[in-house]
């Protein structure tokens, strides 16, 4: 299964702007993109993978372009995916992955 290559270049310039540093990984048939080891955004197929806080999870799920991950025919919890609609400009991408960034943070304060 590939991955955008475009989208992999677009995100790994907006990673660039952020202070954390990120780790890339194979992961799901794409590619993801990890913050001291645990998962942000990634890449399947054309669309990008999110991870989200719980307590968001009901209001990004209402966005336009915006459906649960379902990789394995059954929703996956706090993951969404993001059809290439909902991250055209750089402005959307970058929100994406601030709400990934937040998701990690989050778990590594667990």
């Known amino acids: 299964m590939a991955y955008s290559e475009e989208l992999a270049i677009r995100i790994s310039a907006a990673l660039k702007s952020f202070p954390e540093k990120f780790e890339e990984k194979k992961m799901f048939g794409g590619i993801a993109y990890l913050y001291k080891g645990k ?3 990634g890449i399947v197929k ?16 209402k966005k336009e372009h915006v459906r649960p991950m379902d990789f394995t025919k059954r929703p996956l919890k706090e993951f969404v995916y993001v059809s290439p609609e909902g991250f055209k400009n750089e402005e959307a991408l970058h929100y994406w992955i601030e709400l990934g960034l937040e998701h990690a943070k989050g778990k590594l304060n667990d």
């Open 39 to 41: 998962m942000t955004v």
């Open 46 to 61: 054309d669309d990008l993978m999110v991870r989200i806080v719980n307590d968001k999870m009901d209001e990004e799920l």
